[in-house]
């Protein structure tokens, strides 16, 4: 008797599940155009339709916020726990080297994340050298432009399906 092929044995993966946000701080919203020396030449928009593109083919809900406002970063923060998000991917921007109000959000609820930046902040002014975050997150990514951001989603959908 022939033994029935498995479904796991198939040559794709297994998709993944669950919800991911993506959260921009301030300034964000002028990539592109803003010091492309240090942060290319992608916008925002094209770094959102990227993750999105490949949270979509590995089956997660990836979902995209940026704001010039810390409060408005930290309410979106603490209703992403009640949404069911199971990873933050989070680029604070100038809010790394100044945010204990957004690293107290971060902190409370309690959703692992991994800290992004485009540019390389350990090459850079001494103030940008410090994080309030970094010794929260499951990892930090920085300098490799936007390659940060999927790099880290790549990380989560295979932390994802492990779960």
Known sequence: MKKQKESSD?????????????????????????????YGLHTLADINLALACRAEAAGIQLDSFQSNH???????IHAARAEGVRYLIINPAAY???????????????IPFIEVHLSN???????????????????????????????????????????
Do not use: C, M, W
């Not at 300034?27 to 803003?34: D, F």
């Not at 790394?96 to 309690?110: C, K, Q």
């Open 96 to 110: 790394t080297h100044t945010s204990v109000a957004l690293r107290d959000a971060i902190a409370a609820v309690g």
């Open 121 to 163: 902040v350990h090459a850079r002014e001494p103030f940008r050298q410090h994080s309030y975050f970094s010794d929260l997150a499951i990892g930090v990514i920085s300098g490799l432009g936007n390659e940060s951001y999927l790099l880290a989603l790549d990380y989560i959908i295979g932390r994802l399906r492990q779960d």
């Open 10 to 38: 198939d040559a794709e993966s297994p998709t993944a599940s669950g919800r991911v946000l993506v959260i921009h701080g301030p300034n964000l919203n002028l990539l592109g155009t803003r010091e492309p020396k240090h």
């Open 70 to 76: 810390e409060g408005a970063l930290i309410e979106r």
